[in-house]
């Protein structure tokens, strides 16, 4: 499945009949088996329907950083990056890539 940004928001946990998803590095994860921490009032539900890359990769759970730029990021923070990534590649599932508009 694809689906652009504007599509993806759609996944952020508003609707109870549809999957909450996350994005990392454009690749989409279902984490609806982790409703209670990325649903509506979660405390990471700043990163539902949203590719999180930065946020995730700096530790920010700040609305402005919920986006998939990594431009300025430091070595550490592409490691924080990575190491959220592969705890989201054992836990969730993929469901899709995010594309451009």
């Given at each position: 499945m694809e689906l652009t940004p504007q599509q993806l928001k759609t996944y952020d946990g508003s609707d109870p009949?549809?999957?909450i998803y996350v994005a990392i590095r454009g690749r989409i994860y279902d984490v609806t088996s982790g409703k209670s921490f990325y649903g509506p009032g979660g405390p990471y539900c700043v990163f539902a329907g949203k590719d999180a890359s930065r946020a995730l990769a700096k530790m920010s759970k700040e609305e402005t950083d919920a986006v998939p730029s990594l431009e300025g990021l430091t070595e550490k923070e592409i490691g924080v990056?990575?190491?959220?990534?592969?705890?989201?590649?054992?836990?969730?599932?993929v469901s899709g890539t995010v594309v451009s508009n």
């Open positions: 009949s549809k999957p990056l990575d190491d959220w990534e592969k705890k989201f590649q054992a836990k969730y599932p």
